[in-house]
């Protein structure tokens, strides 16, 4: 309990501005690079699901060109594959692109371990999480879901995966989704383009328009 309500804020906080301070160069060369690469927004926003199912503008490097239809979620777009940038495939290969959530952690929108927040209109998987009390903890930049499937998940696993995080937060458990993050990340283990997963079938994007 103590863990949950001061310490795991405290190294969000800590880390994060670590972090910020770290990367700072990074963010530099990759915003440079984005531009060059297709000019326009460096970084693309969209509202998300919170703690509590509150909701938030959620940040990432944008990896779609600027051409991409607006208002066309990707899971509807005739081969989206031609809509992400040469930049944009290696972001997400190494989901780099999701590194400006950091601010998001620092913010307290989000912490570095939890659920990964949900869109504002994804039903579905905000339904199912409410059976695991789920949606009662910040979501997270990585979480237990995400090294166990991670985009390859069906919403109903991905749910039920979430709810176990709950029941098992803690320092302990949130190092282990860590560690095993950095090494789904080097494997490019269950990155699937185009989808994250539905109620029948996990062929749908996590993040219309990104």
Not at 60 to 87: C, V
Request: aromatic letters at 12%.
């Amino acid at each position: 309990m103590i863990y949950r309500r001061f310490i795991k804020r405290f190294l969000d906080v800590l880390l994060s501005l670590l972090a910020l301070i770290c990367l700072s160069w990074l963010f530099l060369l990759v915003a440079v690079l984005i531009f060059v690469n297709d000019p326009g927004p460096i970084f693309f926003k969209q509202k998300r699901i919170g703690i509590h199912k509150t909701t938030f503008m959620c940040y990432k490097f944008r990896t779609m060109k600027m051409s991409t239809p607006h208002d066309t979620p990707t899971h509807l777009l005739a081969n989206p594959e031609q809509y992400i940038t040469g930049m944009g495939r290696f972001l997400r290969k190494f989901s780099i692109d999701e590194l400006p959530q950091i601010w998001n952690i620092l913010k307290n929108d989000m912490s570095w371990i939890g659920p990964r927040p949900a869109l504002w209109n994804q039903d579905d998987l905000i339904a199912e999480r409410d059976k695991y009390g789920a949606n009662d903890v910040k979501p997270g930049l990585t979480g237990w879901a995400q090294i166990n499937g991670r985009d390859e998940l069906e919403i109903p696993v991905k749910a039920k995966l979430d709810g176990e995080y709950v029941e098992k937060l803690s320092f302990g458990f949130d190092c282990r989704c860590f560690f095993g993050t950095v090494i789904s990340v080097l494997r490019h283990d269950g990155v699937v383009e185009g989808g994250t997963g539905s109620i029948d079938a996990a062929d749908k994007k996590e993040t219309p328009g990104e």
